[in-house]
C-alpha cells in the first residue's frame, strides 16, 4: 500500500504528467495494477491522502537487448531531472552521460524521433533502444 498518487505514478505510461522515472524504473521489474483505493476514514489518525494498493506482477524475464542496465537507468533520470527540457538538451546537459549533442541528435534521427521530444513521450522499450545507440556511440568514440 501507498500514496494514491504514488501509485498512479508506477502504473502511468508515456504522455501522462504522472509518468516519470519511477514509471520506467517500476515498469522494467514488474506489471503494476492498482487494485484498490482506500480512503483515510479507514486509518487512525487519518491521513490527509487517499492511499492505494498496488500489485507488483513481477516480469518473468527482464526486457532484451539491455546492453548497460546502469547507463540506461542514467539515460532516463536525465531525461527526467530536467522535465520542461526537450530529451536531447536534458541528455547533452547531463554531466554523468558525457554524451555530446551530435551523438544524441544522431540517436535520435536513428530512431525517427523529432529533436524537440521530451522524455515523457518515450516509452521504456523507446529508452532500451536509445540507450543503446548511445552507448554504441560511446564506445565508437573511444575506439
Known sequence: MVQKEVAERMKAGPGSKEYGAI???????????????????CFIPKPAVFSSVIRLKKHLSLPENIKDEEFLFRVIRAAF??????LANALTNAGDL?????????ALKEMDLNESIRGEALSLKQFIELSSILLKSRHSAIL
Open 23 to 41: 514509471s520506467l524504473a517500476v515498469q522494467y521489474y514488474a506489471q503494476p495494477e492498482i487494485v484498490a483505493t482506500v480512503s483515510p476514514a
Open 81 to 86: 531531472n530536467q522535465r520542461r527540457k526537450t
Open 98 to 106: 558525457n554524451q555530446s549533442r551530435e551523438d544524441v541528435s544522431i
